[in-house]
């Protein structure tokens, strides 16, 4: 039972209970009077009986009528009890939602403010967490950007003397160089997301057509030569969106394609099933697909599907999704996965944008 039908309860069950001590009191009073009036006043038996009757039908209609004061002020009182907890709720759910700047208003009530006072104590504390995490994130990345990019020279220079290198140190220069880039794509990864934390994130808007777009996306991915297929129905489709983060969304999602994927990809450009002011790009590939319980999971932060180790792509830090999803939402838009809808095996990611000219 819940807190508002307890306090109604208690008023009903306490109006009840005290109208019907009144009722018994007042009708055994009056009867005992009456009864001992009887043969002092010469009252006849009848007029006794319609006199209890008419105290009795009274007394029925105030005990009704104090049990809906007590209802409407059961009511009235459920109400203010637990208007300051639907208002928590409501705080407590837009915290979640990533608004830390949420408070509760303070009220004039001193046993509510006590609660008031240590919730927005403690989502002061939580906020002041959760940005000095992001700025810890962001001034670590920071930290390495300037070693990691002499490195990164350092190597190329190496690189350039490769042939001068003997065998065995061709095959370290070619470890380091893999883990340099790999390294400096999970401190650019970081930086990015941490500008998403810090809410330090600025929309470059450029207007973009679609089906050119992908194309040169797709070109300068890793896997350049996958084919593409532009809906008919898309070809004048633009989008208004930031040219860079978009075309790391297909990059992204064709590296994992490449790398979790079987390695090869196909790009779909289409309008959204259900709207005809959004279009689809759709990356798809013959891999083993995503396992039904990851497909939510793999878009957050860090995560790895299950088959990642086991498919022996040990690179990925696991934040190329989730990045993905921050670029996607940052243009109102959404991604997630699935497996694809030809009963071959493999997977498919969607990620659906707002296209400015709607697909005829
Ligand atoms: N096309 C795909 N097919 C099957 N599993 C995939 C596919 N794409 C992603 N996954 C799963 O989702 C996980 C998360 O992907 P995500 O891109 O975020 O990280 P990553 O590729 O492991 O590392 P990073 O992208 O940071 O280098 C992957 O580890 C993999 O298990
Ligand atoms: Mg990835």
New binding site residues.
């Given amino acids: 039972m819940g807190v508002r039908s307890r306090i109604l309860a208690t008023f009903v069950v306490g109006s009840l209970l005290l109208s019907g001590v009144l009722f018994f009191l007042t009708f055994t009073l009056t009867r005992t009077n009456l009864r001992e009036q009887e043969g002092e006043l010469g009252l006849s038996n009848d007029l006794i009986n319609e006199t209890l009757n008419s105290v009795r039908a009274s007394l029925i209609l105030a005990t009704i009528i104090t049990v809906l004061v007590g209802l409407m002020l059961g009511i009235v009182s459920s109400e203010r009890v637990v208007r300051p907890l639907a208002g928590a709720a409501n705080a407590a759910r837009a915290i979640a939602d990533g608004r830390l700047d949420t408070r509760l208003e303070p009220t004039d009530d001193p046993d509510l403010n006590a609660l008031t006072e240590s919730f927005n104590d403690m989502v002061a504390r939580l906020q002041d967490r959760v940005e000095r995490d992001a700025r810890f994130a962001s001034d670590v990345s920071h930290e390495l950007r300037s070693p990691l990019m002499t490195l990164a020279a350092s190597v190329e220079v190496m690189v350039s003397r490769r042939d001068e290198l003997p065998e065995r140190g061709q095959a370290a220069l070619d470890l380091l160089v893999a883990d340099v880039a790999r390294f400096s ?1 999970l401190v650019e ?1 970081l930086l990015e997301i941490s500008r998403y934390d810090a809410g330090a994130v600025r929309i470059m808007r450029d207007q973009l057509r679609v089906a050119e777009f992908v194309e040169q996306a797709v070109r300068a991915s890793t896997l350049a030569r996958s084919p593409i297929h532009i809906d008919q129905r898309c070809t004048t489709t633009t989008l208004s969106g930031d040219r860079r983060r978009l075309a790391r969304v297909v990059a ?1 999602l064709i ?3 490449r ?3 079987g390695g090869s990809a196909s790009v779909h450009v289409c309008p959204a099933a259900d709207s005809n002011s959004h279009v689809w790009i759709v990356v798809e ?1 013959a ?4 396992v039904d319980t ?1 497909t939510d999971r ?1 878009f957050e932060r860090f ?3 299950v ?2 180790s086991k498919r022996g ?1 040990s ?8 990045l993905v999803r921050e670029h996607v939402r940052l243009h109102g838009g959404r991604v997630w996965a699935e497996s694809r809808r030809d009963g071959e095996s493999g ?1 498919r ?1 969607i990620v659906e944008l707002v296209c400015e000219t709607a697909a005829p």
């Fill in positions: 794509s990864d992204n590296d994992n394609a790398l979790h994927g590939d891999g083993e697909g995503v990851d793999i995560s790895r599907g088959g990642a792509a690179e990925g830090a696991g934040l190329g999704l989730a997977a990611f």
